[in-house]
């Protein structure tokens, strides 16, 4: 078990059995019915501000592809305001970053959860150009990769409305996770967030609705 360091609550490992648990559950079989036939689902979550809670979905989400004994892939890709290492307590020395930069095999910058199945790969140190490396080849390649390595692949994406980078992610995903945080964000920047995935063709799987 990942000793916390920040707000982020993996719930679907220290509670399994309540009905938070089970939500995450139902969202990750709700996203396999949607994508079914694809032996790798890669899944973006995302939302349209900072602090709706998608990076606490996508990693209780990741948690319950790896409890049903898939081989998962965690992926903070939130280049400019990575949180998943905290969760972790760790130095977000390497990561993603390595990768796209310098060509870094994946292999060298996963890390262990210390969850059963489950495989991290931080952010690294924030790049001058994160837009362009998350519309890199490189970025391509990583997919791929992960897509042959892993059951299922979770990315961490950062938020619609503060740059492009949530738009060069969805396009290269499978699916789309939203995360909507109830009183926090106007109806209007959730409509223009839709509108964002819908301009990049992204196939948006599903809402979850934080704090309703």
């Known amino acids: 078990m990942p000793r916390q360091t920040n707000k982020i609550p993996v719930i679907t490992m220290t509670i399994p059995g309540v009905s938070v648990s089970e939500a995450y559950r139902s969202l990750r079989t709700n996203a396999q019915y949607s994508l079914a036939g694809k032996d790798t689902a890669i899944i973006a979550v995302t939302s349209s501000i900072r602090n709706e809670g998608k990076s606490t979905t996508a990693f209780n989400l990741a948690t319950a592809y790896a409890q049903e004994g898939r081989k998962t892939l965690l992926i903070d890709a939130d280049l400019r305001n990575p949180v998943l290492h905290s969760v972790f307590g760790i130095a977000n020395r390497t990561g993603l970053t390595q990768v796209l930069a310098e060509g870094t095999p994946v292999e060298a910058c996963t890390i262990s959860s210390g969850i059963e199945r489950l495989t991290l790969l ?11 490396l998350l519309a890199s080849s490189r970025m391509e390649k990583l997919l791929e990769e992960s897509r042959r390595n892993y059951d299922a692949v979770i990315i961490d994406s950062p938020s619609l409305l503060e740059v492009t980078d949530a738009q060069l992610i969805a396009s ?7 995360v909507i945080r109830a009183g926090k964000v106007k109806k209007s ?8 995935l819908t301009h ?13």
């Not at 290269?172 to 939203?178: A, L, Q, S, Y």
């Not at 920047?189 to 964002?196: D, F, H, I």
């Open 172 to 178: 290269k995903c499978d699916g789309i996770v939203f």
């Open 122 to 132: 931080t952010s690294g140190p924030t790049p001058f150009n994160p837009s362009e």
């Open 189 to 196: 920047a959730a409509v223009k967030s839709k509108e964002l």
């Open 200 to 212: 990049v063709k992204a196939n948006v799987l599903g809402f979850v609705l934080n704090e309703a």
